[in-house]
């Protein structure tokens, strides 16, 4: 089992930023990929981003040039760096992880909305 603790959301201004954290604890040996995905009311998930063990990257094209995911391999915690925050961006992110073995695991979610 993975547990995920998830922190970091809020509400910001268009143009702001915020930082997600998500921590892993549990059998967490074999994680291969951690990442995050949000979903907008009505809409479905979406992957944000998503980073290796090895330190490779995936984003979408979305939030390409504004956010940034990074990993604490030591910590087994991730990361998302959000800048220049638009509304559409306003959604519950989940973290997620990968593991060799076994079903990928997901955070509870955390809110962020963008809004004046």
């Known amino acids: 089992q993975v547990q995920l603790v998830e922190s970091g959301g809020g509400l910001v201004q268009p143009g702001g930023s915020l930082r997600l954290s998500c921590a892993a604890s549990g059998t967490i040996f074999s994680i291969t990929v951690m990442g995050w995905y949000r979903q907008a009311p009505g809409k479905q998930r979406e992957l944000v981003a998503q980073?290796?063990?090895?330190?490779?990257?995936t984003y979408a094209d979305s939030v390409k040039g504004r956010f940034t995911i990074s990993m604490d391999n030591a910590k087994n915690t991730v990361y998302l760096q959000m800048n220049s925050l638009k509304p559409e961006d306003t959604a519950v992110y989940y973290c997620s992880v990968d593991r060799a073995i076994g079903p990928r695991a997901w955070g509870q979610g955390t809110q962020v909305t963008v809004s004046s």
């Open positions: 980073i290796t063990r090895g330190g490779s990257t």
